[in-house]
Nanobody, 127 residues
């Protein structure tokens, strides 16, 4: 059974940092793009960042560029999201996800392109 388990969320003041982790089990994701999405109350799930299978190619939403960094450890089947200079508008439930296709050359940003999803971790940024 494939599982993705996020951790690292919490409450932080504006300007602070958090590091999210997402550990996969049940299969290896070394040939798949892994990404992060978020969903705030009353809003649609939105793309945050993704990293390709080799770790060499990343893609970010404009709202987080320069503040968030995505990385992965394929040996540990884990993807990370380092979030710095957090803002109240970053408050949301953060989900990790795995691409539907193997070795895709273009990093997708649409949630329909992703197959497996974690349960989410809450990130709350106070002003």
């Amino acid at each position: 059974q494939v599982q993705l388990v996020e951790s690292g969320g919490g409450l932080v003041q504006a300007g602070g940092s958090l590091r999210l982790s997402c550990a996969g089990s049940g299969r290896t994701f070394s040939r798949y793009i892994m990404g992060w999405f978020r969903q705030a109350p009353g809003q649609e799930r939105e793309f945050v960042a993704a990293v390709n299978w080799s770790g060499a190619r990343t893609r970010y939403a404009d709202s987080v560029k320069g503040r968030f960094t995505i990385s992965r450890d394929s040996v540990k089947n884990t993807v990370y999201l380092q979030m710095n200079s957090l803002k109240p508008e970053d408050t949301a439930v953060y989900y990790c996800a795995v691409d539907r296709q193997t070795l895709r050359s273009v990093v997708p940003t649409t949630h329909n392109d992703y197959d497996y999803w974690g349960q989410g971790t809450q990130v709350t940024v106070s002003s």
